[in-house]
C-alpha cells in the first residue's frame, strides 16, 4: 500500500511499479470496490493525503482524497448550491469522478469544471470534463491516469435552503437504502434509466438471500450488506445468483456497478 503525498511521491510510485513489473491499483474511498479474499499481489496506491480544499467565489478545489461528505459540508457553509443530492454517497473526490457518482438527479460529473489528471505518461494534465468520457456510472478517466484534483462550478445559494434541501436527500436515503450498515452501495447498474434494479431484484426474491454472512439488504434489493464476516465468495455467489434470477424472471442480464478487483496473481499461476 503506497500513500503518495504529492505528485512527485506519486511519480516515484507509479515508476517504481514500472520498473519493477508490480500491477498497481489506485483506491478511492473503497466503497464501492470487492477485493478479492486472497488480497491483490501487487500495489495499492491511495490518494487520501490529497487532501487541499479551497474555495474561490463559486468555484471549490479539492484534492482526490477529500471525502464527499467534507465537501458538501464546506460547499453549504460557503453557500453553494449544487451537491446537495449526493449527500450519504461515502467515497472520496477521485473515485466519485471516475465512478461517476450520483443520482437521477445529478451525477458528480454534472458539477465538474475540470479534472487534473497525472497520467500514465507522467504528465500533469488539466481536462474538461467532455473529455473524460463521463457517462452512467462510469468514464474513460482509468484509461488516461489518476486523478489529482478536480475544480467544481456551484451556484451561489442560501445556506439555509441547502442544509434544508442536504437534510431532505439524506432523510430519502435513510428511508429507502440500508444507511449505516456495511455495503458497497449498489451493486448492479439499473439496466434502463426508468428501471431499478433493486426493483427487479426485490421481485425475483433475492431480499433477504444470504450465503455466509452476506446478505441481499431486506430494505433495498441492490445491495449486499456484510453481517459481519463476509466473505468477497459469498458477495460473489450472491451477485451471480441475483443475475441468473434477474435473467430467467424477466430477461435482463444485470450489469455490476461495483469494481470486482482481480488478482493479478491468478493470472500467472
Ligand atoms: N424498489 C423496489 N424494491 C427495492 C428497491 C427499489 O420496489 O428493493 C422500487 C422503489 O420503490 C422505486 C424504484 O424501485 O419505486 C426505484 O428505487 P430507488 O428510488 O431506490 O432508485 P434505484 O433506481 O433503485 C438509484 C441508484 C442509487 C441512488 C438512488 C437514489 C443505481 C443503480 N442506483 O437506485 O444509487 O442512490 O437511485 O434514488 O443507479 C449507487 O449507485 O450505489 C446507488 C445506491
Known sequence: MAEPRNVNELRKVIDFCESEGLPFFVLGGGSNVLFP??????????????????????????????LLKRLINISQR???SGFEPLIGIPGEVGGSIVMNAGL??????????SVTIFSYEGDLETLAPSELGL????????????????????IHGDKEKIAKLIEEYLERRKSTQPYGTKSAGCIFKNPAP???AGYLLDKAGLKGFRKGDAMYSTVHGNFIINLGNAKASDVTYLIEEGKRRVFEEFGYQLEEEIVRVEDPWESYT
Not at 480544499?53 to 482524497?65: C, F
Not at 437521477?104 to 469544471?113: A, S
Open 37 to 66: 479474499d486472497d488480497g491483490f499481489h501487487g500495489v495499492v496506491i491511495r490518494m487520501k493525503a490529497f487532501s487541499n480544499l479551497e474555495v474561490n467565489d463559486n468555484i471549490i478545489t479539492a484534492g482526490a482524497g477529500v
Open 135 to 154: 457517462s452512467y456510472r462510469s468514464s474513460k478517466i482509468q484509461n488516461i491516469g489518476i486523478i489529482v484534483e478536480a475544480k467544481f462550478r456551484l
Open 78 to 80: 460557503e453557500g453553494l
Open 104 to 113: 437521477k438527479e445529478r451525477e458528480i460529473g454534472d458539477l465538474l469544471e
Open 194 to 196: 426508468d428501471l431499478s
